[in-house]
Structures are given as C-alpha cells and as structure tokens.
C-alpha cells in the first residue's frame, strides 16, 4: 500500500512559479513509477508528467514540456513538481499517482494510488 499526499498547491500570477510536492507513506514508494495529473471541473483526469521508479526516465505532456520539471527523492520518498512560467490554462487540481507496473501510461485507470489533490490556480 502506498498512501499519498500532496502539497504546495496555491494562486499564483500568470508567468510565475509553483513547487508541488507529493509525500508517500509505506515502503513501496521506491518501486513505483510516479506521476502528476491535473484536472478542471467538467473535464477528464489529464496526465502532466510520469517519472520512473529510480528516476532516471522523465516524460511529459506536450503542453508543460520545457516549463514543468518532475523529480523524485526516493530516500525522502517524495516526489515533486516544478512549474515554470505558469498559464492561466494550468489552473487546475493536481494529483499525484503511483503506479506499480513499469510499462509507461498515460491513462489514469492504469495507475494503482492516488493522492488527494492539491488546487492550482493561474490568474492573467
């Protein structure tokens, strides 16, 4: 069992930045690849980011590449989300997930924990 926490959430002026970070409970954190997804009311779970259990592999959505950067810390079993230059359009809960499975998804069925969320808002 992994549970998860996130933080770091808040309002923020468009262009500016945000760290969002992801704490797990249990002694599993390390062999889970993780990931963020976002969601607005109305809409789908949007996968963000996802990276590998020992962190060595990163991949991103085509709409935060180059401005979102996701890494992990296995001995502080925390993951995290840096958000650069941040739109009106990333406004949105943000939810941290785990996945025990090494096969790369961007599906949120395929992921096996899921925090709470943590509210992101963007203002113009």
């Known amino acids: 069992q992994v549970q998860l926490v996130e933080s770091g959430g808040g309002l923020v002026q468009a262009g500016g930045s945000l760290r969002l970070s992801c704490a797990a409970s249990?002694?599993?954190?390390?062999?889970?690849?993780m990931a963020w997804f976002r969601q607005v009311p109305g809409k789908e779970r949007e996968f963000v980011a996802r990276?590998?259990?020992?962190?060595?592999?990163?991949y991103y959505a085509d709409s935060v590449k180059g401005r979102f950067t996701i890494s992990r810390d296995n001995a502080k079993n925390t993951m995290y989300l840096q958000m650069n230059s941040l739109k009106p359009e990333d406004t949105a809960v943000y939810y941290c997930?785990?996945?025990?499975?090494?096969?790369?998804?961007?599906?949120?069925?395929?992921?096996?924990?899921w925090g709470q969320g943590t509210q992101v808002t963007v203002s113009s």
């Open positions: 997930a785990a996945d025990k499975s090494s096969l790369i998804s961007k599906v949120p069925d395929r992921y096996d924990y």
């Open positions: 990276i590998s259990r020992g962190g060595g592999a990163t």
């Open positions: 249990g002694r599993t954190f390390s062999t889970c690849d």
